[in-house]
């Protein structure tokens, strides 16, 4: 039963399907589907008509960047011909944002990563078998050596990379919320309060949760600027 915010992406090849709607109505009422019962809202929808010829999907970079706004879950209704689309499958691996599909509602980033990185995935495989197996090994009673020091750097590195990686998500998200605040203050001269407040009428979270307040958006500015 779904649950949350959601934005739903659908597709179509051609300007002539998304004119006659053709293929749309079928993954809207695949979606409507799968949102049915349960305590949910569909912020938005967003509709790409994608030529052949493109490989960028600007609307779906409007969905992701609602998705981060609002933290929501993307939905879509078919992911069978879009996961062999490398744009699709490269924009969800860097966007951070979960998703759904309603035809295979059990992929995830995982899957996609499998889908676009085989040998990544059985790299970590690899891994969680060498851990039991020296879980198991110091169970039977055998010493376990090693160099601390090389095990030490590494869990450095570790958590430098996390912190790089919540670093890039936090810059993503002011940047999708600092572009809303662009369309809001399009003259540069309302007041930060005016903004703050327009943003909680647009149903967009703050930072910390609650309303957005002046200095929120202040900083949101200011981060932006420095980036």
């Known amino acids: ?69 609002h933290g929501a879950t993307l939905v879509i209704a078919r992911l069978d011909h879009l996961a062999r689309n490398v744009a699709f499958v490269s924009a969800l691996m860097d966007a951070g944002v979960d998703f759904v599909a309603v035809d295979f509602p059990q992929a995830n980033r995982l899957t996609i990563h499998i889908l676009a990185a085989v040998a990544e995935h059985e790299a970590q495989a690899i891994s969680t078998r060498t851990k039991a197996a020296l879980a198991a090994a110091k169970a039977r009673g055998t010493s376990l050596g090693g160099d601390r020091g090389n095990i030490r750097q590494i869990a450095a590195k570790g958590r430098q990379i996390a912190a790089l990686v919540r670093s890039k998500a936090a810059l993503m998200t002011a940047q999708d919320v ?40 202040s900083r949101i500015r200011n981060r932006i600027a420095s980036a």
């Not at 090849?13 to 349960?38: H, I, K, M, P, W």
């Not at 912020?43 to 600007?58: F, L, M, Q, T, W």
């Not at 399009?186 to 309303?211: E, F, H, K, V």
């Open 178 to 217: 600092a572009a809303t605040i662009a369309e809001i203050d399009a003259t540069g001269t309302l007041p930060l309060r005016q903004i703050a407040a327009a943003l909680d009428a647009r149903s967009i979270p703050a930072p910390r949760g609650g309303n957005w307040s002046a200095v929120q958006v």
């Open 1 to 69: 039963m779904a649950t949350g915010k959601w934005i739903s992406y659908l597709r179509v090849s051609t300007a002539r399907q998304g004119r006659s709607g053709l293929g749309l109505e079928a993954q809207r009422d695949a979606v409507a589907g799968f949102l049915n019962g349960g305590n949910w809202s569909l912020i938005a929808e967003v509709v790409e008509v994608e030529s052949g010829k493109r490989s960028d999907r600007p609307k779906l970079a409007e969905a992701l960047r609602l998705c981060r706004m």
